[in-house]
């Protein structure tokens, strides 16, 4: 018998809104993000629940198949930033 691996998905640091959203973020804050496959990164953007930390020091996201991906928010955050500033 076959035995699959789970699709690996990571956020979509070229969406705006996920940047923007990244960001500003508040310990505790919950809200949508988009993801997309590891191994597809130009493949349709998906809706995820993201949510940070209380302390802070996490950011975690959940597919709704029950998928999940976490990141030390300070990396997540110095990461996504360059994506989102626009060009002088």
Same mark, same amino acid.
């Given at each position: 018998? =076959?035995? *699959?691996? %789970?699709?690996?998905?990571? $956020?979509? !640091?070229?969406?705006?809104? /996920?940047? #923007? !959203?990244?960001? #500003? *973020?508040? %310990? +505790? ?9 590891? /191994?597809? !990164?130009?493949?349709? %953007? ?6 940070r930390s209380q302390d802070g020091e996490d950011f975690t996201f959940a597919m709704p198949d029950g998928?999940? +991906? #976490?990141? =030390?928010?300070? *990396? $997540?955050? /110095?990461?996504?930033?360059? *994506? ?5």
């Open positions: 018998m =076959a035995t *699959f691996e %789970p699709i690996a998905y990571v $956020l979509a !640091l070229k969406d705006r809104h /996920n940047c #923007s !959203l990244i960001e #500003s *973020f508040k %310990p +505790g804050q919950e809200d949508a993000v988009y993801v997309v496959p590891e /191994n597809d !990164l130009k493949a349709k %953007p998906t809706k995820a629940k993201a949510r998928e999940t +991906g #976490s990141w =030390a928010y300070d *990396f $997540l955050k /110095n990461s996504a930033i360059p *994506f989102y500033k626009p060009a002088q």
